[in-house]
């Protein structure tokens, strides 16, 4: 979709399933599942929804779990990859050794796996060869010192090579990345989560990561029990989903499993989302 001077390309790398009660936190199963059904294990199926941004420059916000997750991880996540990032990117006229810019919401691994693939040696290197990657310095600090409420979020083998590499330009707060596109800072779900907006020709749209994963998550208490920081995610949200209906942002939902971007819209006190691109 254009966007101003920005073209914003929702992507996909495939599916995985998530325990429907840690994605919902305190909400109660009768209600999250009338929104996300449950499969036999309690999980609901969830998107990774990379957008591809062309502006002054190409740039990718997250890539998805990627391709060298083990078996038994792909199990238990329940990992789809019938549809990946390679195929979507193609679909929308790039190849990865295009992409200029690689922009990280955070470094958990169904964001960041994506960022590195195995070569035919068995090493891990730089999914985006000729790509600068930018992280968040306290982000990074985090993932690189989990601790046992983290430590299942993080695999190394996603982000530690492109530090070997020395692709990475840390980022240290809301920073502008590139014309039309900055960074905002959400904490919550991780300390240094961040949202990204895109704006271009008096329109703004949002990128909004794990502060609203998906359509279901769009009232302010269902927060995920994922969260590190959930009084955070909760005060943000307050605020933030005020702003995206009042002055009508377009939200990528990066795990929604079917709506890749829409318009929160209330109608006499309840939110819905009214969407812009499906699949
Ligand atoms: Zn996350």
């Known amino acids: 979709m254009t966007f101003g001077d920005l073209e914003l390309t929702p992507l996909l790398d495939g599916y995985l399933r998530l325990d429907g009660g840690a994605m919902f936190g305190v909400v109660p199963k009768p209600l999250w599942e009338k929104r996300a059904p449950a499969d036999e294990r309690n999980r609901?199926?969830?998107?990774?929804?990379?957008?591809?941004?062309?502006?002054?420059?190409?740039?990718?916000?997250?890539a998805g779990a990627g391709d060298a997750m083990d078996a038994k991880n792909a199990a238990i996540y329940a990992l789809d990859r019938t549809e990946t990032l390679d195929v979507t990117l193609a679909r929308a006229g790039v190849s990865a050794d295009a992409i200029e810019i690689v922009l990280?919401?955070?470094?958990?691994?169904?964001?960041?796996?994506?960022?590195?693939?195995?070569?035919?040696?068995?090493?891990?290197?730089?999914?985006?060869?000729?790509?600068?990657?930018?992280?968040?310095?306290?982000?990074?600090?985090?993932?690189?010192?989990?601790?046992?409420?983290?430590?299942?979020?993080?695999?190394?083998?996603?982000?530690?090579?492109?530090h070997d590499a020395g692709v990475i330009d840390f980022t240290r707060g809301d920073e502008t990345i590139m014309p039309g596109v900055r960074v905002r800072r959400t904490g919550g779900h991780t300390r240094f989560h961040q949202i990204v907006?895109?704006?271009?020709?008096?329109?703004?749209?949002?990128?909004?990561?794990?502060?609203?994963?998906?359509?279901?998550?769009?009232?302010?208490?269902w927060i995920m029990g994922y969260d590190l920081y959930p009084m955070e995610t909760l005060a943000f949200k307050r605020?933030?989903?005020?702003?995206?209906?009042?002055?009508?942002?377009?939200?990528?939902?990066?795990?929604?499993?079917?709506?890749?971007?829409?318009?929160?819209?209330?109608?006499?006190?309840?939110?819905?989302?009214?969407?812009?691109?499906?699949?």
Do not use: C
């Open 44 to 62: 609901i199926l969830l998107g990774m929804r990379p957008v591809l941004v062309r502006g002054e420059r190409l740039l990718i916000i997250d």
């Open 104 to 162: 990280a919401s955070h470094l958990h691994f169904d964001h960041a796996g994506g960022f590195t693939s195995r070569q035919a040696d068995g090493m891990m290197r730089p999914r985006f060869v000729n790509a600068r990657y930018r992280v968040n310095e306290g982000e990074w600090h985090d993932a690189t010192h989990p601790h046992e409420r983290n430590r299942a979020s993080y695999m190394p083998h996603n982000f530690l090579p492109l």
């Open 197 to 221: 907006y895109l704006e271009s020709g008096g329109h703004t749209a949002v990128f909004a990561a794990d502060l609203m994963p998906t359509t279901a998550h769009i009232d302010e208490p």
């Open 239 to 279: 605020h933030f989903v005020r702003e995206a209906i009042e002055r009508e942002y377009l939200i990528f939902f990066e795990h929604d499993p079917k709506i890749a971007a829409g318009y929160i819209r209330e109608t006499n006190g309840k939110k819905h989302v009214e969407a812009v691109e499906e699949k």
